[in-house]
C-alpha cells in the first residue's frame, strides 16, 4: 500500500454520525470507552498489520471489480462464514461463484439446487435466505442496497451481515460485530459482563463503531475480525504478535496479576444443555421383480423423502425416518419404521412387498448445535408386488412429499452430512457383507437371514 494512502488514514481522527442505530459514535458515558489517541493509534496500527498479514482469500479481491459483483461476494462469503471455519467455506464458495456469478443468476435457481450446493456446510437455513434475498432484490430492480440499514430489509441479512456488505463494498463508515470482534475488544477494555446479554452487546456495538476507520471501513472490519480469527483466539492468543497489545487491558492486568488471563475474557456464558432426540433412519431400496440382490444395486431405487418447510433442515432431503422415544429394543424400532411406511408412503410390507433383506446397520450421534441426535441405521430391500408405478399411484399427496432415486443419481446428490453418513454406511455393509457374486432375490417373511 502506498505511504500516501497510509499517510491519509493517520490523518483522519474524527469519525462521521453514522446510519446504523446501535453504532452511533457520540461520547459513550461509561470507563471502557476508546479514548481518541487510542483510537487513532488502533486503527493505525490495525490497517498497517492487515496490510501485510491478510490471508489470501477469494472473497478478498485486491483488483478492482463492479461494485455490485463485490457486494454480491461479499455477502455469499460473510453467510457462509457464519458458523463454519475459512478452511470449510473456501471450496463451497469457488463453487458457488462458477455456478452463479452474480445475484441475477442466482435468483433462478430452485431451492433445490441451491440446498444441493451447500450440502455439508449446515445450517441450511442460511442457503434459503440467500436465495430469498437474491430473488426479492431483482424483483425490486436489481440493486443490491449500498446501505446497512435499507440492507436489513432483505431476507436473513441482520446487523453484522449488513455491515459487511456495506463497509466493504460500499465503504459505509459502519461496524461489524462477530465472535472475533466481540473477543477482540473484550479483551481491549476487559469488558467483564457477559457478552450474550443484550445490554452487553449493545455496548459492543458501539465500541466497535467508536473504532471503524471513516477512510477505509471495509479494511479496518477486516482487520478487526482478522486479528481475532488468527492472532487474539479464543484458547492461545499470540499477545507477544498483536499489533493491539499496548492498548489490551486484559493483557496488561495479567502482567500485574499471576492469577489473571488474557483468556478469562471473554466471560464464559453459560452453556444451554442439548436436547437429546432419537430416531430410526430406514434406507429402503427398491427392486424389481427380476433384480439380483449385488453390492452395485445399480438398477436398485431409493426412496427419499422431503422434510416439513419449517424447522429443522427444512424443506431438505433425507432417506424415511421416524422419531423415537429414548433408546429403544430394535423390534421397537422396526415397528415404529413400519407403522412410518404405511402411514406415510403406504408401504405395507407386510402386503404390498416382499422383503429381501432387512439389516440392522449401525448407529451414531449427530450433534447440532442445540440438539444431540442419535440415529439408528438400517437397510430395508424391498421387491414391490406392484411396481414403483403402482406405489406412486396409491399416494394422495396431502401430507409427505417422497421421490425414488436411481443409485448412481444419489451418489452424486448433494446430501446433508448426516444422510450421506448413513448412506455411506450401506455402501460399506453391502462391500463387506454381500457376496460378489448375485444373489437372487426370494421372497422372505419379515425375519430376515443376515447374507454370508
Request: positive net charge.
Amino acid at each position: 500500500m502506498s505511504e500516501e494512502k497510509k499517510s491519509t488514514r493517520r490523518s483522519v481522527v474524527v469519525v462521521r454520525k453514522r446510519a446504523h442505530p446501535s453504532a452511533e459514535v457520540e461520547d459513550i458515558e461509561d470507563t471502557l470507552s476508546f479514548s481518541k489517541d487510542e483510537i487513532h493509534k488502533l486503527r493505525v496500527a490495525l490497517l498497517d498489520w492487515y496490510d501485510l498479514n491478510r490471508r489470501d482469500l477469494p472473497w478478498r479481491t485486491t483488483k478492482e471489480e463492479e461494485v455490485e459483483r463485490r457486494a454480491y461476494g461479499v455477502w455469499v462469503s460473510e453467510v457462509m462464514l457464519q458458523q463454519t471455519r475459512v478452511q470449510t467455506v473456501i471450496a463451497y464458495y469457488n463453487r458457488w461463484m462458477q455456478k452463479w456469478p452474480t445475484i441475477h443468476l442466482l435468483a433462478q435457481a430452485s431451492l433445490e439446487e441451491v440446498n444441493e450446493m451447500w450440502a455439508g456446510l449446515g445450517y441450511y437455513r442460511r442457503a434459503r435466505f440467500l436465495l430469498e434475498g437474491a430473488k426479492k432484490i431483482v424483483a425490486e430492480g436489481g440493486k443490491i442496497p449500498k446501505v446497512a440499514s435499507m440492507l436489513r430489509k432483505i431476507p436473513g441479512i441482520g446487523d453484522y451481515t449488513s455491515g459487511a456488505i456495506a463497509s466493504i463494498a460500499f465503504k459505509e463508515v459502519v461496524p461489524v460485530v462477530d465472535g472475533n470482534v466481540v473477543r477482540v475488544i473484550a479483551r481491549l477494555r476487559a469488558v467483564s459482563a457477559n457478552p450474550k446479554d443484550s445490554a452487553t452487546v449493545k455496548r459492543f456495538w458501539k465500541l466497535a463503531a467508536q473504532l471503524v476507520d471513516p477512510v477505509c471501513p471495509g479494511d479496518f472490519n477486516q482487520a478487526l475480525m482478522e486479528l481475532g480469527a488468527t492472532v487474539c483466539t479464543p484458547l492461545n492468543p499470540s499477545c507477544s504478535s498483536c499489533p493491539a497489545s499496548e492498548f489490551c487491558h486484559a493483557l496488561s492486568m495479567a502482567k500485574r496479576d499471576s492469577t489473571a488471563a488474557v483468556t478469562d475474557y471473554p466471560v464464559k456464558g453459560v452453556k444451554v444443555k442439548q436436547r437429546c432426540d432419537f430416531s430410526a433412519v430406514c434406507v429402503v431400496e427398491l427392486v424389481g421383480a427380476e433384480t439380483l440382490l449385488d453390492k452395485n444395486q445399480s438398477g436398485s431405487k431409493f426412496i427419499l423423502v422431503k422434510r416439513p418447510e419449517e424447522g429443522l433442515l427444512a424443506g431438505l432431503w433425507e432417506f424415511p425416518s421416524a422419531p423415537l422415544d429414548g433408546e429403544t429394543v430394535p423390534l421397537a424400532r422396526r415397528e415404529a419404521m413400519d407403522h412410518f411406511l404405511k402411514r406415510n408412503l403406504k408401504i405395507d410390507i407386510r402386503k404390498t412387498c416382499n422383503i429381501v433383506l432387512r439389516e440392522d446397520i449401525g448407529e451414531f450421534v449427530h450433534i447440532f448445535s442445540h440438539i444431540r441426535l442419535k440415529l439408528y441405521v438400517e437397510l430395508l430391500v424391498l421387491q414391490l408386488k406392484g411396481g414403483v408405478d403402482d406405489l406412486f399411484k396409491s399416494q394422495d399427496n396431502k401430507t409427505t412429499t417422497w421421490k425414488c432415486v436411481y443409485s448412481n443419481a444419489l451418489s452424486s446428490m448433494g446430501l446433508t452430512t448426516s444422510v450421506r453418513k448413513v448412506y455411506n454406511m450401506v455402501q460399506n455393509f453391502k462391500q463387506k457383507s454381500l457376496p460378489s457374486n448375485h444373489v437372487p432375490t426370494k421372497k422372505r417373511t419379515r425375519t430376515t437371514k443376515r447374507l454370508a
